[in-house]
């Protein structure tokens, strides 16, 4: 098992129109990408999240299939519009 996880804090100006639409898909990319067993996202509510306020996990079979979702077209046409939105942090691991 691979875990993807993600934290995002926005960039000045991100409008709460557009974090809607990073929560609807990125919530969405498990019925559109092959390979991903589980996802999971939202809203962080921890008073220790370091300015990190939207996060999630996805969980795939191996590295090979991760390393394949992050290559995958709708990852990274994704990728084009919300890269400039966000100040991402990532951790992956092998379970």
């Known amino acids: 098992m691979f875990i993807h996880m993600f934290f995002f804090r ?7 129109a557009q974090k809607q ?14 390979g991903i067993l589980d996802s999971a996202v939202g809203f962080n509510t921890s008073p220790r999240g370091q300015g990190y306020e939207f996060g999630g996990m996805m969980k795939f079979t ?3 299939t991760f390393e394949a979702y ?6 990274q046409q994704l990728l084009s519009w919300l890269l400039p ?5 990532e951790t992956d691991f092998e379970l």
């Open 10 to 16: 926005w960039q000045p100006g991100v409008t709460e």
């Open 21 to 34: 639409r990073v929560f609807t898909e990125v919530g969405a990319l498990q019925s559109q990408i092959p």
């Open 62 to 64: 191996d590295r090979a």
């Open 70 to 75: 992050n290559a995958h077209p709708v990852h």
């Open 85 to 89: 939105l966000i100040d991402p942090l």
